[in-house]
T-cell receptor, first 112, second 113 residues
Framework: QKEVEQNSGPLSVPEGAIASLNCTYS??????FFWYRQYSGKSPELIMF????GDKEDGRFTAQLNKASQYVSLLIRDSQPSDSATYLC????????????FGKGTKLTVNP | DAGVIQSPRHEVTEMGQEVTLRCKPI?????LFWYRQTMMRGLELLIY????????DSGMPEDRFSAKMPNASFSTLKIQPSEPRDSAVYFC???????????FGSGTQLSVL
């Protein structure tokens, strides 16, 4: 069974701080990595994806990938109360499959 | 586009009854996924379709679960007979290659008493 592990949190940061969310995965053949945000009672929505080692930035969000360590992270700069949500890491299965395996998520709270 | 549309939003039923969940994917998307979410197990993939054909149903928990996609704009997930342990939020999602960029519906909150 392919596994994606996340610290369940909750992670609490003050407004304006950097929030760091981490994820490890077990399948070395995985090629695509995603971060979804899920507000309480809502459905997941895609916020970042990364395919290559290194960093990818989009506004206040930065995704980081290290395939050798099988590690993916999401940094949120200048955190806002509206960023309070559960963040789900998702990884595709080996071979470029469309099948995504999700972690259980990290709940982030940004305190005003 | 209205996004992925699921119905019903909430379903309360008694153990042993048949439950049918419905999904309309985003027009033009060629992949459709059914996920189940619980606190204990997180988001689990049940089955997915490509161009209306089931590709992987290894996540379907038991023979009580079945899914169909008769055309590009409609899919159903059926549970017969339902059990209390089936209580969860069921999400439908669709995507257009490249992989992984899923668009989720609002989900169906299923409660089996």
């Amino acid at each position: 069974q392919k596994e994606v592990e996340q610290n369940s949190g909750p992670l609490s940061v003050p407004e304006g701080a950097i929030a760091s969310l981490n994820c490890t995965y077990s399948d070395r053949g995985s090629q695509s990595f995603f971060w979804y945000r899920q507000y309480s009672g809502k459905s997941p929505e895609l916020i970042m994806f990364i395919y290559s080692n290194g960093d990818k930035e989009d506004g206040r969000f930065t995704a980081q990938l290290n395939k050798a360590s099988q590690y993916v992270s999401l940094l949120i700069r200048d955190s806002q109360p509206s960023d309070s949500a559960t963040y789900l890491c998702a990884v595709n299965e080996r071979g470029g499959s469309e099948k995504l395996v999700f972690g259980k998520g990290t709940k982030l709270t940004v305190n005003p | 586009d209205a996004g992925v549309i699921q119905s019903p939003r909430h379903e309360v039923t008694e153990m042993g009854q048949e439950v049918t969940l419905r999904c309309k994917p985003i027009s033009g998307h060629d992949y459709l996924f059914w996920y189940r979410q619980t606190m204990m197990r997180g988001l689990e993939l049940l089955i997915y379709f490509n161009n209306n054909v089931p590709i992987d149903d290894s996540g379907m928990p038991e023979d009580r679960f079945s899914a169909k996609m008769p055309n590009a704009s409609f899919s159903t997930l059926k549970i017969q007979p339902s059990e209390p342990r089936d209580s969860a939020v069921y999400f439908c999602a669709s995507s257009l290659a490249p992989q992984g960029k899923l668009f989720f519906g609002s989900g169906t909150q299923l409660s089996v008493l």
